[in-house]
């Protein structure tokens, strides 16, 4: 197989413990490759020791999530691209591209989010 065929695809996705963030667990975790140039991975995080993350918690939660999308992104070729759709939201996506995002979160008892990888252009 040559180089520009794999830089087209997705060849490989994530491990389960790359989606844990501290404080929270995952409450739900599905992989689904919807072709051979998109995967999106959909997890559920739940405050780890109590019922309900604060605003301030989910603030920080979102940080962390787009952080690890960037961290994703900076692993796979250049290509290949991440964003996270927040479904608690009203579905508002993240790109890595995005200079500023922010959402405005209150008490919630589970974040719901989407990491899509999709090949952006052809090489």
């Known amino acids: ?3 520009g065929k794999i830089k087209n695809t997705i060849t490989r996705s994530f491990e389960l413990q790359d989606y844990m963030i501290g404080g929270a667990e995952l409450s739900g975790f599905w992989a689904n490759l919807l072709s051979e140039e998109e995967l999106t991975v959909e997890v559920n995080y739940r405050p780890e020791s ?3 993350f604060s605003p301030a ?3 920080t939660l979102i940080r962390e999530i787009c952080g690890k999308c960037k961290s994703f992104e900076t692993q796979l070729p250049e290509n290949i691209k991440c964003e996270v759709t927040f479904k608690d939201f009203g579905g508002k996506v993240y790109k890595t591209s995005q200079s500023n995002f922010e959402l405005h979160p209150g008490e919630i008892d589970e974040l719901k989010v ?3 990888f999709y090949v952006a ?3």
Request: zero cysteines.
């Open 114 to 116: 989407v990491y899509r």
């Open 1 to 3: 197989m040559n180089e």
């Open 50 to 52: 109590k019922k309900i």
């Open 121 to 123: 252009y052809y090489v």
């Open 57 to 59: 918690e989910i603030e």
